[in-house]
């Protein structure tokens, strides 16, 4: 499986953007999906992850309330609406595919990774 990640960019604080993943090579419908950042100096961080048919989904403590995944099987792609941005905000965003059909929050149990994709936030 072979994960594209865009929709990154330069905002400022209190701005929203929409990140995307698409998923190519093998279908990835039947597996939970998730969103991790890594801001520099720091260890990578869990975001977001959605089960396989969308209808669970688990966030951070830090984006809880302002951010949102979700996905669309049929495109093979999952989302990730930021809303309310804030300067700690600023990281690389990674996506990727879970082992299982569940959402899981534990980056050892995802098995295929985007390249990460830029969010800055500007104060």
């Known amino acids: 499986v072979q994960l594209q990640a865009f929709g990154g960019g330069l905002v400022q604080a209190g701005g929203s953007l929409r990140l995307s993943c698409a998923a190519s090579?093998?279908?990835?419908?039947?597996?939970?999906m998730g969103w991790f950042r890594q801001a520099p100096g720091k260890e990578r961080e869990f975001v977001a992850t959605?089960?396989?048919?969308?209808?669970?989904?688990h966030y951070g403590d830090s984006v809880r309330g302002r951010f949102t995944i979700s996905r669309d099987n049929a495109k093979n792609t999952v989302y990730l609406q930021m809303n309310s941005l804030k300067p700690e905000d600023t990281a690389v965003y990674y996506c990727?595919?879970?082992?299982?059909?569940?959402?899981?929050?534990?980056?050892?149990?995802?098995?295929?990774w985007g390249q990460g994709t830029q969010v800055t936030v500007s104060s």
């Open positions: 090579g093998r279908t990835s419908s039947n597996n939970g």
């Open positions: 990727a595919v879970a082992l299982r059909s569940a959402m899981t929050p534990n980056q050892s149990q995802y098995r295929y």
């Open positions: 959605v089960d396989w048919r969308g209808s669970s989904t």
